[in-house]
T-cell receptor, first 113, second 114 residues
Framework: SQQGEEDPQALSIQEGENATMNCSYK?????LQWYRQNSGRGLVHLIL?????REKHSGRLRVTLDTSKKSSSLLITASRAADTASYFC?????????????FGTGTQLKVEL | ETGVTQTPRHLVMGMTNKKSLKCEQH?????MYWYKQSAKKPLELMFV???????ENNSVPSRFSPECPNSSHLFLHLHTLQPEDSALYLC?????????????FGDGTRLSIL
């Protein structure tokens, strides 16, 4: 079954506005990670939140995790044109070995001037 | 610079060709990964190497053959590919194979099969 389904698939906002992306998953996790991908580039790790954490901040990023609802959200505050990218959540299962991530299909964020 | 370099960035090949993708990481990591990224589909994990030993092989067709000669280098050898193999192939690394670590990605090789 697919883990990490992001919502919405696409989001267009004005510079300065906040952007919120959601991720839902299906099985128990050890941690959940968010990545950004600019067009034509690889993925860049943004933030990791463990299953026993509920909220985490990094600069303009705020991530929440609700394990009872099997969902996470990524909030980007005061967005900039440079935030235009695709954003992916990835889950690491609680069981099984190793640093194995399962990715969603991503949210395409466009920040317009 | 992410510390993970992939070459070539673009590759066009016929179905009968043999080619190789190369990945090199300069981060001192012990685990390396190959992913396939196709349009409208989630990133698919193909192979994982930890300390040069393959630890994951996600039912990948034998026309894809990985090689990890040392912890800094990872190759993906390609032969007799199909049109549906056209995709972005991403290499990643992490400190080791233990849980709870971020992965560092290269910029990928865009592969087109004619």
């Amino acid at each position: 079954s697919q883990q990490g389904e992001e919502d919405p698939q696409a989001l267009s906002i004005q510079e300065g506005e906040n952007a919120t992306m959601n991720c839902s998953y299906k099985t128990s996790i050890n941690n959940l990670q968010w990545y950004r991908q600019n067009s034509g580039r690889g993925l860049v790790h943004l933030i990791l939140i463990r299953s026993n954490e509920r909220e985490k901040h990094s600069g303009r990023l705020r991530v929440t995790l609700d394990t009872s609802k099997k969902s996470s959200s990524l909030l980007i505050t005061a967005s900039r044109a440079a935030d235009t990218a695709s954003y992916f959540c990835a889950t690491e299962a609680l069981t099984g070995g190793g640093n194995k991530l399962t990715f969603g299909t991503g949210t395409q964020l466009k920040v317009e001037l | 610079e992410t510390g993970v370099t992939q070459t070539p960035r673009h590759l066009v090949m016929g179905m009968t060709n043999k080619k190789s993708l190369k990945c090199e990481q300069h981060l001192g990591h012990n685990a390396m990964y190959w992913y396939k990224q196709s349009a409208k589909k989630p990133l698919e994990l193909m192979f994982v190497y930890s300390l040069e030993e393959r630890v994951e092989n996600n039912s990948v067709p034998s026309r894809f053959s990985p090689e990890c000669p040392n912890s800094s280098h990872l190759f993906l050898h390609l032969h007799t590919l199909q049109p549906e193999d056209s995709a972005l192939y991403l290499c990643a690394s992490s400190q080791d194979w233990a849980k709870g670590q971020p992965q560092h990605f290269g910029d990928g090789t865009r592969l087109s099969i004619l």
